[in-house]
């Protein structure tokens, strides 16, 4: 800044111009002004966000804003589903904090009664019932992988179904392999079906455990 009297470059903190004695008057127009936040780093301030979200009476957080991004795709998080962040007074339902953008892109599920459990019901039952089979006709040690194979292909349609369905289908996949009751229970919650093909899971492999081991 400068001497509104000799032009001389002053300090904003000195009380008189060292050129001429004048006292030095700070006017609003010359005390910097801070420039706004630019559109990156303003994206970048709402990606640091942080959230918390109540899952029944638990409190969950904080994740990132990114991670919730993720969640609402999921449907892990929902348009009633109360979260907090900073700025926020109190908790609120997602739909009506700074997360209810995040909703307009998330594809709708496809009802219930409209995704077929034909495979469903296949991988709860063939494989399980082929190993019964084999081992009933001594067949198991020549062909140990058949259940193994079969389980595979009737996991990989039920996925297909479900992503035609609009159904996002996560990492909980992979228990269709590693321990198929798990994914049965899983699928079975994430469409609202009946958990009949998971029942049916255990009664068969408890046949198999009481008259094909004795």
């Known amino acids: 800044m400068f001497c509104s009297k000799c032009g001389a470059k002053v300090d904003e903190q000195w009380k008189f111009c060292k050129s001429c004695g004048s006292?030095?008057?700070v006017t609003s127009d010359q005390i910097p002004q801070k420039e706004p936040l630019s559109e990156l780093n303003q994206e970048s301030s709402k990606q640091t966000m942080e959230w918390y979200y109540l899952a029944g009476?638990?409190?969950?957080?904080?994740?990132?804003?990114?991670?919730?991004?993720?969640?609402?795709?999921r449907g892990d998080i929902?348009?009633?589903?109360?979260?907090?962040s900073t700025g926020l007074t109190d908790w609120v339902p997602a739909e009506q904090s700074p997360l209810s953008s995040k909703f307009e892109n998330v594809v709708s599920f496809a009802p219930a009664s409209k995704i077929t459990d034909l495979w469903f019901w296949a991988l709860a039952v063939i494989p399980t019932v082929s190993v019964s089979l084999l081992t009933f006709f001594g067949l198991f040690k020549r062909h140990p992988f058949l259940p193994l194979v079969y389980n595979i292909f009737f996991l990989y349609e039920d996925i297909k179904v479900l992503k035609k369905a609009g159904q996002v289908v996560g990492a909980w996949k992979y228990w269709g392999v590693i321990m198929p009751p798990v994914?049965?229970?899983?699928?079975?919650?994430?469409?609202?079906?009946?958990?009949?093909?998971?029942?049916?899971?255990?009664?068969?492999?408890?046949?198999?455990?009481?008259?094909l081991n004795p």
């Open 23 to 25: 006292s030095v008057i």
């Open 57 to 73: 009476s638990d409190k969950l957080g904080p994740i990132s804003d990114n991670e919730i991004s993720e969640m609402i795709q």
């Open 78 to 84: 929902k348009k009633n589903t109360l979260v907090w």
């Open 183 to 211: 994914y049965l229970y899983i699928r079975a919650s994430k469409t609202n079906k009946q958990y009949a093909p998971l029942i049916v899971w255990f009664l068969l492999g408890l046949i198999d455990v009481m008259f």
